[in-house]
């Protein structure tokens, strides 16, 4: 290890060896000063048009072909072009060894900058959050999507690409809807997933035997026997995660189907820790490269102009417009996160009497780094806000808490505002909103009427009255009526007064019919 | 750790999505195409370009809740205190905060390259009058020489070089040429000492155990000509510009009339390896001329259709086969014509280039202001309607603006049914 003092590179140039210094330096503070745990690192140098490529696959390096991600793309590209959007400084991808793009164009201080943030902050956050042990599978990914690539490849010179995109387009559709939200499933294994996915399809393929065609049905007389109570337990009825119900129940899909369905399936739950986490994993990463460059400063390894150079991005990076400000909209993750980790910080470092009273167990603790490993440990962005957010941030950020009921012709209602009164009410709204059970409408497959029609029933059970939208909600159901081959019927109930709010019935189109 | 340099591979992983995107979008970009298109000049768009379409022609519907209550906590509070109670902003502005990405963008533009453009542009149109077409579009292999090669047919087998080669290894290996064993053999005959015999014998022996090991020709030094076959372009067209360029055609005319020419000309590249395009002007006399003096050169005089027919009809019996060659006349012209050149021009029209052309297209410039359409027919205009009412194919259409000249020329190309003829 280079000591102390020496530069770690001059101006805004950089080559190899600088990543390499840069890296190393880094790691050492990261393991030592903040006791991070990490995957290996990868770092990957990327030209601006690839990082534009990475962002419209959901930035990942490899992913099956659809015509979405050209939409992606023709989107993204078009509003970079216009100056509407910058391109983000890094994506790091969940996996080990941990890989992080980064961009050419950009400067030796921002290069550590995104080393310290993706390559310490955020991987620490996926090797070490609960979320993402129990969820995702950060060895088996990248061959999961390699797998998932060739397979629907495949699957297209079979099927032909209509078929496929079909089928694609109607899981994606129902992509939200095809997580498993509580723990007690089964984490991802996605090696063995690949591994038995190629078992399942030559077993299809050696079982094959087209005499079976001919033999003659017989009527199963069971059916009626079957209580509803039973049937519906047969099924895992209710389900909520529907593309799972498709695939294990479906009457008239393919096997390839199937497996793509369940390609979609792995691929959304693998980023839904993702999107529970935003404000913590954002939180983290600013919060720990922000800790290395500053170290690195006060080591004398980066020169106080670059380290203003780092102090600018840094606070564009932890910006948080106002309400009423045109730039507004929402809360900015990594200004929320990063402010509530250094709030912890001064918490256990240098706690106010209402600290005291309000964190009994970490106030004046002492162990930041502890402390804050803990946190990042065992908690999601709802429940992070729900425990942490302090009456100090709330006046910081100068937070209110709005009430807007239609039926009230006076207006929208200021609820809570930074008082002693609304302190609990603002963080208790502030942590449902990042409530993924919450933010995601509520549906789920409640029936399927076997004996008559083979009709799927599905209920969404509103929450504050809120309705789903109808033509869009036509153009889900129409997707799911396709795969399942028969009718779909979704009744909206509300959850308060059990009463039926509206229905919808769609049934599948010829061409789906006929695949 | 590990520093991986992807600079180098190949970008654009996203260029099938962007095209599986455009096919699925294809109907949505022509329509854009054609709307961009009609002000802008044909260079500009044979450059390709940006255009613009609508999102929800290519949306990704998802379940989306709406109205309802809603809870929001916001920063920056300044004035506000519990129970106050804020006016509702109007609706247009009642963006929830937490609309995603896109949503509220209901149009984007991007940009297609010059070949995604023209492909777009051109799709749906297709080459009247298809009796040669059958022949364009299928291609004759021609066989062309293309080096030597250690294996091939007897047939093939290249003497020159191949006895080239065996000298070369002659040489090389210092095989014993024939003149130094008959010398040896004939000083052999006339020795009388034995030993000297012996010598000779030995030397002799070993010479031809050496030329034996040596061949003359060696299976390795056998070279086959080459040949391979190469896609020969039979589909060839040439295109006649012919243009009135009398005083009274102004600039404005002219515009218009190479606007048309350099569409047919974009469209006619896309269908044949090789376009030829001849440039006939002509007053009382015609004359064929380059680019520039076309458009640019000026001239004056009366007017003589027929002189720039006869000049086409002469060109094509010289350069342009038949046979081998599609070929395409477009005549502008803002309709004066002599009447006394009526009857000729309609007979060498019928009889001598028609028959030998597979579309011939009279567009008729009028000026900007669009009183010509108010006007009666031109002379030239009534001519050939009466003859295509007589069952001439030909085709005919007045243009006075700009943004007329792609719906003119859509229509003109329209793809139709099999019966269907170009008006």
Known sequence: MASSGELLFEGADWDFRTLQRV??????????????????????????????????????????????????????????????????????????????????????????????????????????????????????????????????????????????????????????????????????????????AGERRQHEESIFNDLWRTVPHTKTKSKAALTAERRRALLGLPQENILYFLEKSAPRLQPWQREIIRIVRHIAQYFYPQSQTKVMNEGTATYVHYRIINRLHRQGRITDGNFLEFLQSHTNVVFQPEFDDRRYSGFNPYALGFAMMQDIERIVTNPEEEDREWFPDIAGKGDVEGVLREIWSNYRDESFIGQFLSPALIRRFRMFHLHDDPAESAGIRVDAIHDERGYRRVRRELARQYDVGFVDANIEVVDVDLAGDRRLLLRHTTVKGAQLNETDTRRVLQHLADLWSYDVALTEVDGTADKVLKEYVISPRAAAIAA | MHIVDRRLNPGSKSLENRQRFLRRAKALVQGAVKKSSQNRDIKDVLEGGEVTIPLDGMDEPRFRREGGTRDMVLPGNKKFVEGDWLPRPNQSGAKGSGAGEGDSEDAFRFVLSRDEFVDLFLDDLELPDLAKRKLAETESEGIQRAGYATSGSPANISISRTVSRALARRVALRRPRKEDIEALEAELAECEDAARRRELLALLEALKAKAKRIPFIDPIDIRYRRFEAVPKPVAQAVMFCLMDVSGSMSEHMKDLAKRFYMLLYVFLKRRYRHVEIVFIRHTDRAEEVDEETFFHGPASGGTLVSSALVAMDEIVRTRFRPADWNIYAAQASDGDNMTSDSALTGQLLTDRILPVSQFFAYLEVGEAANYTFDMPDSSLWTLYERLRNDGAPLSMRKVSERGEIFPVFQDLFKRRGKQERVA
């Not at chain 1, 970079?80 to 950009?106: D, H, Q, T, W």
């Not at chain 1, 129990?134 to 797998?147: N, R, V």
């Not at chain 1, 998932?148 to 209509?162: L, P, T």
């Open chain 1, 23 to 196: 890296h190393d330096a880094c790691e050492e503070i990261a393991r030592t000063e903040l006791g991070l745990d990490i995957y290996p690192n990868q770092i990957e140098v990327i030209t601006a048009e690839q990082m534009l490529d990475a962002y419209s696959s959901v930035g990942m390096p490899l992913f099956y072909k659809h015509w979405s991600f050209g939409k992606q793309f023709a989107f993204q590209e078009a509003s970079y072009r216009k100056g509407l959007m910058g391109l983000a400084y890094e994506i790091v991808i969940n996996s080990s060894p941990c890989i992080s793009y980064l961009m050419e164009e950009n400067t030796a201080t921002m290069q550590t900058l995104v080393i310290a943030h993706a390559a310490f902050g955020h991987n620490h956050f996926f090797k070490n959050n609960y979320l993402f042990k129990q969820w995702t599978d950060a060895d088996g990914i990248l061959d999961y999507l390699e797998f998932a690539k060739a397979y629907i490849s495949a699957c297209e010179d079979r099927h032909g690409s209509e078929a496929v995109e079909r089928t694609l387009d109607a899981a994606h559709a129902l992509m939200s809807h095809g997580v498993d939200r509580y723990p007690g499933k089964k984490a991802l294994d996605l090696r063995t997933e690949e591994k038995r």
